[in-house]
Each structure stands twice: as C-alpha cells, then as structure tokens.
C-alpha cells in the first residue's frame, strides 16, 4: 500500500510539471514538437506524430501490455495505474501511455491503489429514466472519478441489446430498445468524455448472452443486424464520438454476408470495416476485448486496431506482417493515427489527468439523484404506497442483508465497497463471484423516516421466522435478490435462493406486504397478485438506500419505466433456454470456475430467430403479455394524454399529458410507430420519440416531438441503404408500450 501511495504523489507531482509544462506548449509549440499546436486538428496533430515515429514506436500503440492488475501475479509496468489495460506511449514525443480502467458503473479496482469509486446505479436502472442529463451526469461522475485516479481512458459503455432477460450482463446495458439504450449510453459515453478522458462503447456486437461467450456463433439476418443492435450501437457512437469501441468475444454471422461468415467480432470484416468504420463513420480505434483477439493479418486487415490485454497477435507477428509486407504500412498508421486522434480529441496529451482525491459525497449525491430516476414502481394496490411516516406504527423488513446495504452488480463492471462486502467487511479488492453488498442501509433509511415506528429486521433465512415477524407488523417490506454478473447467465428468470418462498410465507402472514427487487434484470413474480406492492430498485448504487427509503415514503415521487419487458416465466422467451446453457453446466459442475475462457467446450450457435423482434416487439407480434411491459411504472400521481396531432411536413407530433391527481410528477410520454404493411414491421411498435413531462397537480403540458426519418426506416439489404418507406405509419402515444390511448396517422409519400 505504501509503495502505491508513494507512487500516487510522485504520479502527482510529475503530471502538475506535465501540465504546466504542456499549458506553456499549448501557447507556442515547440518548433520539435508541432503536434502540440492545438489550433491543429486531431487528426493533423496525429499525423505529425505519426511522421516522427520508429516502427517499435507505432507497434506499441497496437497492443496492451498484459494483465495488469486483472490476474494476482500480471506484472504492473511502468506508467500503469494497475487498472485493466495499458498502453505504453512515447515519452520521447511527448505522448503519454494510456491507461484504463473498467467503469461500466464506476471505477473498477479502486481499492488496490487506496482510492474511492463511487458506485452508481445498475446501466439498466439508469436507462429506466429515459432522462438524457441523468446518464451524462452518470458517466460525468466515472469521467471526473476516472481523472482523480490518474486514468485516461474509461473501458465501460456498454449497449448490447438485452435480447434475453437471463443475459448475466444486462445490468450493464441499456435496455431491449435500439433508441432507448443507444441514446441513453451514447450520453453515458460523453459525459466520461465531457470530463477530458476517453470513452469506449463495447461489447461489439452481439454478444447478448454471457453462455459460451467466447465460443458462440451468433447469427442474424443483415436487415434485422442493422436495425437491432447494430442500430444502438450507431446510435451511441454517432452521440459520443467515443474514443474506442470494444469489439466482443462471441463470433457473428450475419446470413448472406460472405465477410462475417462465423467470423469473431475482432476479425469481422462486415462489422468492423463496413459497419463500423465505414457506415457509422467510427474515427477511433476498435480495441479487442480481453483475449478476444485470434489472428494478426485476417484481424488487422479486418479493421482491429489495438489487441487487449496483450500482443499475442498484434505484437511481434504484425511488426513481422508489416515488414513482410502482409500489412501494408498504411494500415498499420492507420491502427496508430485512431489511436492518437482519440487522445489528441480528448484532450489526454494536452491536459492529462491528474491524481487528486476522490469526493465521495459528491458522488453519493449524484448517484442518489440517478437512483431517484432509476426505481421503478411496478405495483401500488390500494395506495400501500407511499408510506405515511406519521402514520405507519411497524415495519418489518425481511431479507437480502437490507440491514446492511444493497447489492451490486459482479464481474468487471463490480466497483470495490468502501470498507469491503457490507455483509463481511474486510478491506481490499472486491473478490470475483461472489454477490457485494455497498453500505447504503435500508433498515436506517427507513428507521430515520419513521422515527415514531417500530422497524425490525429479520434475515429471511427462516421463512416461519420471518413470517412471524410480518404478522405482529403493520407493513412488510421483502427485500430480494439477484446477483448477476458478467461470464455467467441465469439459467431461469425465477428467483434464486427460494426466495418465492420467502415472499409467499410473508404475504400469507400478512397481506400488506411490498416487495422490493435489487435484480439484474427482471424476474418472474408468482406471488404478483397477492402482494400489494413492488418495487423494482435494480442494483441502486451507494446512494440506493436513501433514494428507496425517498421513494417509499413518498419525498420522491417515483418517475422511472421500464427499459425492459418482464415475462411472466421462461417460456415466453424466444429461446426458452440460453442457447449452450446445457453444455455450460455440464461442464461447470465440479470445475473451479474461469471466467474468461469456456474454450474447452465444443463451439455452438445461437440463431436470433426472432431478428429485430427485440423485447416488447417479440411480445407484441407474437400475442403474448407479459408480466409488466416495456415503458411501464407507475408514479403517486396520474397523468391524462389526450389532443393528438400530426404535422404531416414537419415530420412532428403534438399532444397534451395533464396531471390528473394531487402531487407533483414526472411523465415519461412515449411516442411509438406502426410501420406499413410493405415493411414486413407492422404486426408490432417501434419507439421513435418520448420526452419526460414535468407537472404540477392538475398542470398540463402540450408535448411536441420532431420523429427523426432514421428512426422510421427500414435497412434495405438489396441497396446496403436505410429507407423511408412510403405509406401509412400509425404513430401512437401513452404510457408505456402496451398503453398508447392517443393515435394518428403520419403518410409518407414515394
Ligand atoms: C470483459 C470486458 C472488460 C475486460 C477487462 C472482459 O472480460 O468482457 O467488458 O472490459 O474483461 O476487464
């Protein structure tokens, strides 16, 4: 520890000489180093460097330097903070290293170099506030974190479409809906880079279960590819101008493309040359998920840039291609000119980052205010809530260590708890697998906003205890759990544990209970229609206990919706089992656990049948209801859509939402379209617009959004092309997907 706190003010020192020497630059350049005149473009800036570079200069800009922090015995190079990659840079030049750090929500292994991270909300409760400021600020704070450890580069961003509800990593993305979560994660990536430190947006593409990830064949057809996930990818990169994209392990064919044949992600012709690089315009550099790089000359020429964590492929083999001439020189200045243009863009050479204490309770405070916006309320039967502080004479509170803290999200996106695991404090990294719990408590919250009740807990591992419990209270509140993380999907969407058990023995000793879900993703609820509230508070970040306890008694008035459809049960699913679940746990039943590597298992497919029909579309085309649809929450007031119109030139539509009840609110007013018949979409809805609606009680407001043509078309396959089809298009408007009162007609001519 020492020897990291040592190496913490002597980091400090050097980047306070960096800046003023660089600010001294910033004025006049020296004449040896023109790349520093910052009236250049970025890409001019990088060129200049570029023209005074050694080949084993360039080469370094192409890999990583190994596991770093990430396995107990990696070396730690110089330069590195530790985190999970490093680039070494040219000292000579001026260019520093880059150093990065996994922060999908917040910084990864903080603890190892005596730091603080703020832990935010789950990337999927934060997108449930369909509030654009909320996910700047969300990666504001990782952006402004990331700077006061000393790193330049965030490694999180991810906007894999949650294709299955059971995907280990859901917590980390954005949602089921291509606009939602691209827009949503596209802000998330420039509030990290609003805070002059590189983005990433990952995991590129398909990599939608966590099952066999390194061995799976995703495959999709092209135009279902492009509207889907590749559609919120384009969307987040064309909103952040990320410095990098991550491209993922899985493999992909898109059917009837002969350059993304069962090709992997990193070495995925289609994808990364004409998708990414040429289509969306990408100008930063793809670097390889960790390991996920499997070729020199195919992946180089495919359009990887950078290979993590190592240089097993883009090290000594590449320099070898290029002087071989299988690599031509030009690409790999190319691999170099993406690398330096996002630092020169991002301000890493002209203002590096420089070590300072982290503030905790800023970060407290903003992850509280996301939280505020992330807690659904998904059932309010009879008014249970909100709780009336004056009024409420008991609570019990049962289950998942809800005396200590809440539960956070595992695998690299786990951020360190201060002080260690809530439930077994011991100080240090947080370990891999096993559930973390943040001290944010929701016994004290609830105990210091009833101060006149009597609040017990009970653990909940004795269900006849706990009922016992529920039954000499006035109110039940049931905390339960799903501890998700990466490398690992649910094999169902039920409850592990038994805790359906839980909720039935509590409910059945007392009908006034609510549930509150601190879930992945969602779950099924066999017990819906006997409790008389739930709550669904994601993993809320370690201000989750004071926004849940502002929810319940009503100081916050609960203003998220679902960015994700919750089924009844598996069955539901179009795949009702994770493809290569089967195989996975045969294989992991007595074998210690690796995460990153299933190589040992025989390579399978898994064939997205259900194409564009992501979520809420599947449940629609296919006549099924769920459990709670996509856009659906409630809110302690109701609000009335009515007076639709369409400006048929403008491309726009206006309508009126009124609050119709006694508090202050927020609607999140969604806008969706029906596409015509020639489209082959119209059996199902489309998002295209929302706008979140502040007002008063009895207050209206008349909402006006613009529908973008992009957010309209089809991908045409014959053409390479998006189109706007002529015809019909029925927009509606409402609550949430399944509740859409106001409709009118949008044609659009030949
Ligand atoms: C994950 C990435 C992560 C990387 C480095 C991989 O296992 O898939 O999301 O950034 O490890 O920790």
Redesign the pocket.
């Known amino acids: 520890m020492l020897d990291w706190s040592a190496r913490c003010i002597a980091r400090t020192a050097s980047a306070a000489l960096l800046i003023g020497a660089l600010s001294a630059w910033a004025q006049t350049p020296p004449a040896n180093r023109p790349w520093m005149n910052q009236s250049l473009t970025p890409d001019q800036r990088a060129d200049l460097v570029i023209q005074q570079m050694t080949l084993d200069e360039k080469m370094s800009f192409v890999h990583g330097t190994g596991w770093n922090g990430?396995q107990a015995n990696a070396e730690i190079p110089k330069g590195s903070l530790g985190g999970?990659g490093y680039v070494q840079g040219v000292p000579r030049l001026g260019i520093p290293g880059i150093n990065m750090a996994?922060s999908a929500v917040g910084v990864r292994l903080a603890a190892q170099g005596s730091h603080y991270a703020t832990l935010l909300p789950s990337v999927l409760g934060a997108a449930c506030s369909w509030d654009k400021d909320a996910l700047f600020l969300f990666g504001s704070v990782i952006g402004r974190e990331l700077r006061e450890t000393g790193y330049n580069m965030s490694?999180g961003g991810g906007v894999d479409l949650a294709r299955d509800p059971r995907n280990g990593r859901n917590f980390e993305y954005g949602g089921e809906d291509p606009l939602l979560a691209g827009t949503m994660v596209g802000e998330l990536a420039r509030g990290v880079q609003s805070n002059q430190v590189m983005g990433d947006i990952?995991?590129y593409a398909f990599n939608d279960q966590e099952t066999g990830r390194t061995i799976v064949n995703e495959i999709v057809g092209e135009r279902a590819a492009r509207e889907s996930d590749l559609f919120a990818f384009q969307i987040a990169i064309g909103l952040a101008h990320p410095a990098g994209v991550?491209c993922s392990y899985n493999k992909v064919t898109v059917r009837g493309v002969p350059n993304s044949n069962a090709d992997w992600a990193c070495e995925n012709d289609y994808l990364l040359n004409d998708v990414l690089k040429k289509d969306f315009g990408f100008q930063g550099f793809v670097l390889s998920?960790?390991g996920g790089t499997h070729s020199t000359v195919k992946a180089a020429m495919a359009g990887l840039d950078q290979e993590q964590p190592g240089d097993k492929y883009l090290g000594a083999p590449l320099k070898e291609a290029v002087q071989n001439g299988q690599v031509p020189m030009s690409r790999l200045d190319d691999m170099v000119h993406r690398v330096l243009r996002g630092m020169f863009a991002n301000g890493v050479i002209d203002n590096p980052p420089q070590a300072e204490v982290v503030d905790p309770f800023r970060g407290r405070d903003d992850a509280e205010h996301i939280a505020d916006e992330s807690i659904v309320l998904l059932k309010d039967q009879d008014h249970i809530l909100p709780l009336s502080a004056g009024e409420v004479k008991s609570i019990a509170i049962i289950g998942s260590h809800a005396d200590v803290g809440v539960l956070s999200g595992g695998g690299?996106a786990q951020v360190d708890a201060p002080g260690g695991n809530a439930i077994n404090p011991k100080p240090g990294t947080s370990p891999w697998g096993q559930p973390i719990y943040f001290p944010s408590s929701p016994l004290k919250e609830i105990r210091r906003r009833a101060p006149s009740a009597q609040v017990e807990f009970n653990d909940g591992t004795d269900t006849a205890a706990a009922a016992r419990l529920a039954r000499i209270s006035q109110v039940a509140i049931v905390f339960v759990n799903q501890p998700m993380r990466?490398g690992r999907d649910a094999a169902t969407i039920a409850l592990p544990d038994n805790q359906d058990a839980l909720v039935d023995a509590v409910v059945a000793a007392n009908p006034r209970t609510i549930v509150v879900l601190e879930t992945g993703g969602p779950v099924s609820m066999p017990w819906v229609d006997r409790v008389q509230g739930i709550v669904e508070a994601w993993y809320p970040g370690i201000g989750g206990a004071q926004s849940l306890a502002a929810i319940l008694f009503g100081d916050v008035n609960p203003s998220a919706r679902l960015a994700i459809t919750f089924p009844k049960s598996d069955d539901q699913l179009p795949r009702p089992q994770v493809p290569g679940m089967d195989l996975e746990q045969k294989a992991v039943a007595g074998m210690p656990e690796g995460h990153?590597h299933r190589q040992e298992l025989p390579p399978f497919n898994a064939d997205l049948t259900e194409g564009v029909r992501v979520g809420y579309k599947w449940f629609e085309s296919e006549h099924k209801t769920p459990l709670f649809p996509f856009g659906f929450g409630l809110s302690y007031t109701t609000y009335e859509f009515s007076s639709m119109s369409v400006d048929q030139g403008q491309r726009s539509v206006s309508f009126t939402v009124r609050n119709t009840g006694e508090r202050a609110g927020t609607e999140v007013a969604q806008v969706y379209a029906i596409l015509p018949p020639s489209t082959d979409e119209s059996t199902f809805k489309r998002l295209v617009a929302w706008a979140r609606v502040t007002l008063g009680p009895g207050e209206s407001k008349r909402v006006n959004l613009k529908l973008d043509s992009l957010d309209l078309s089809i991908f045409d396959e014959a053409t390479k092309g998006w189109r706007l089809a002529p015809g019909d298009y029925e927009i509606v408007a409402g609550s949430s997907s399944a509740d859409t009162p106001l409709n009118a007609t949008l044609r659009v001519g030949e």
């Open positions: 990430l999970a996994d490694i990952k995991h991550m998920d960790w690299s990466e990153h």
